[in-house]
């Protein structure tokens, strides 16, 4: 992908000139700490890169949803020594996003210097994307940095505005992100498979119309199975089921096979008559051996060995969604299962792994594979529009 440019397309020495940089600062928060760095460590090359080329870097993020007022519970003065942590360098807070003030500090810094500029939903132009509100943050800057893919798929001032009104690239991160969303459905090594798991159908019903026409396997797990196989005809019981759907999951279906995508779908379950842990009543079963008053929660192991046969197959897979209720033991078999397989065929390189959203990645985690992965996405809501094939208004702002 070369449609964007990136900091290699930035001369050596930036001394004089002031980068703009978006990052994602919306960090978890306890008792006025951070409790995990994550999004800091990842913008950090991006930071350093700059910082090390003599430019003065001033960072610009959204904390939280104060939607357009201060609040000094929602300031990023909140989160300076969690960056400056990660950084291992001073940090500047400036309490403006524009104006005097903010061109003061600038004045201030010396090159290589980073400061943090206020939380930018504190003013109502940021997620209006008014054009003379991000106009006013440009006057700040000679060049424009974006690495939040997090925030890409929204078209606010600081994520879509400023990369009209100065000079745009890709940060290390966001130029790490694209070529790995490249990689596993913009230009694939076929044959592709995708894992989409999780409790409901309709909160993915565009990830998975979209899917079937761009992949040769789709493997769905967790509750949104439950609704497939109910719509197949098969009685799931007490499980977790959106049966309202059964015309809109059999509509995909059909879709999928004149695709030629294979719908993969458990015919070995694991249930339970609660949901507990290790409960009394947990047994295996074939799918259309599942009593009135059980509950599927996970995919039973023959099942799973299937799938993993499946994967030996593909040369691309990418994971949105856990194989069922993997927050418990037993029911993270299938997750765990499957993920290992994933794991091992990416280290003897025979697969391109690409994983992103909240549940996929705690699941990983527990799986202890998530390193072993191409590539995992942080991002939550810009990864599963990039899933439904959305353009995200981030990504198309650098390389118009």
Not at 77 to 98: N, T, W
Not at 354 to 379: C, E, K, M, P, R
Not at 381 to 393: H, S
Request: net charge negative.
């Amino acid at each position: 992908m070369s449609a964007f440019r990136t900091l290699d397309d930035l001369p050596e020495d930036l001394t004089g000139k002031v980068a703009l940089v978006r990052v994602d600062l919306n960090l978890p928060m306890s008792g006025g700490d951070v409790t995990d760095s994550t999004r800091i460590r990842a913008a950090a090359p991006t930071i350093l890169e700059l910082s090390g080329k003599g430019a003065k870097v001033l960072l610009l993020a959204h904390f939280g949803r104060p939607k357009g007022e201060r609040s000094s519970t929602l300031s990023l003065s909140m989160v300076i020594g969690a960056v400056e942590a990660v950084l291992e360098k001073e940090v500047m807070f400036i309490p403006e996003i524009a104006g005097p003030v903010a061109m003061q500090a600038i004045g201030i810094l010396r090159p290589g210097d980073i400061g943090v500029l206020e939380n930018t939903r504190f003013w109502k132009g940021e997620e209006a994307n008014d054009a003379d509100f991000a106009k006013g943050i440009a006057e700040l800057g000679d060049i424009f940095v974006n690495d939040a893919f997090s925030a890409a798929h929204r078209a606010h001032a600081t994520t879509f505005g400023l990369a009209k009104a100065l000079p745009a690239y890709a940060g290390r991160s966001m130029q790490a992100e694209l070529e790995a969303l490249d990689k596993a459905l913009g230009t694939p090594e076929k044959p592709v498979a995708a894992v989409v798991g999780g409790a409901k159908v309709s909160s993915k019903l565009d990830v998975l119309k979209h899917l079937v026409g761009q992949v040769d396997h789709l493997i769905i797990g967790g509750g949104m199975a439950n609704t497939f196989l109910a719509a197949k005809g098969v009685d799931v019981g007490k499980s977790l089921c959106e049966h309202e759907l059964a015309d809109t999951a059999n509509a995909i279906l059909a879709t999928a096979e004149a695709a030629g995508c294979t719908v993969h779908l458990p015919y070995e379950v694991v249930v339970s008559k609660e949901f507990a842990a290790n409960p009394a009543s947990l047994r295996t079963c074939n799918v259309h051996e599942v009593a009135v008053d059980e509950m599927i929660l996970d995919a039973g192991p023959a099942a799973v060995e299937a799938l993993s046969d499946v994967l030996k197959t593909c040369r691309t897979l990418v994971w949105n969604g856990p194989m069922g209720a993997f927050e418990m033991e037993p029911f993270d078999a299938a997750t765990v299962t499957l993920a290992k397989t994933a794991a091992a065929l990416t280290s003897e390189g025979s697969l391109v792994s690409v994983a992103g959203g909240g549940d996929t990645v705690a699941a990983l985690n527990h799986a202890g594979v998530a390193a072993q992965f191409s590539y995992i996405s942080t991002a939550g809501g810009a990864f599963l529009e990039w899933m439904e094939g959305k353009e995200l208004p981030g990504v198309a702002a650098l390389s118009a």
